[in-house]
C-alpha cells in the first residue's frame, strides 16, 4: 500500500527531528509517497539556508527513498519534475526576497 507523506513529516524525518517519531509507524511497510510541491518547498529550503552542493546532494540522495508523484505523465516521461521543482523553488525565494508576502507566492 501507498501513503502521501507531508512536507513537514519528511523534513522530520530528514532532520531527525523528534517528532518524525511519531509518523514512523504509518510509514512502515508502505511506499512512501510526496507531491511535486514537496519537492520544490524543500528544494526552496535549501536554497533559503544558501546550502552548498555536497549539502544539497545529501538531501537529494535520502529523497530518493520517495516516489514523487508526477504533475502529469508527459513531466515523468521527459524526466522534468526535479529540475521543475528547483525551478519553482527559485522563482518562490525571489519572490519573498523581494518583499512579497506568501499568500503572492503561491
Avoid at 19 to 47: C, D, K, V
Avoid at 65 to 73: A, D, G, I, L, N
Wanted: with cysteine; charged share 20%; net charge positive.
Amino acid at each position: 500500500m501507498a501513503v502521501v507523506v507531508d512536507t513537514d513529516v519528511v523534513s522530520f524525518l530528514y532532520k531527525q527531528d523528534d517528532r518524525g517519531a511519531f509518523y514512523l509507524p504509518y510509514l512502515s511497510n508502505q511506499l512512501p509517497i510526496i507531491s511535486f510541491m514537496t519537492l520544490a518547498e524543500l528544494e526552496r529550503w535549501t536554497l533559503a539556508a544558501n546550502w552548498g552542493e555536497r549539502k544539497r546532494q545529501h538531501l537529494m540522495k535520502y529523497m530518493r527513498r520517495y516516489v514523487v508523484y508526477p504533475v502529469s505523465v508527459l513531466l515523468v516521461v521527459n524526466g522534468l519534475k526535479s529540475s521543475m521543482a528547483r525551478d519553482d523553488a527559485v522563482i518562490r525565494l525571489r519572490l519573498l526576497m523581494a518583499g512579497l508576502p506568501p499568500r503572492q507566492c503561491s
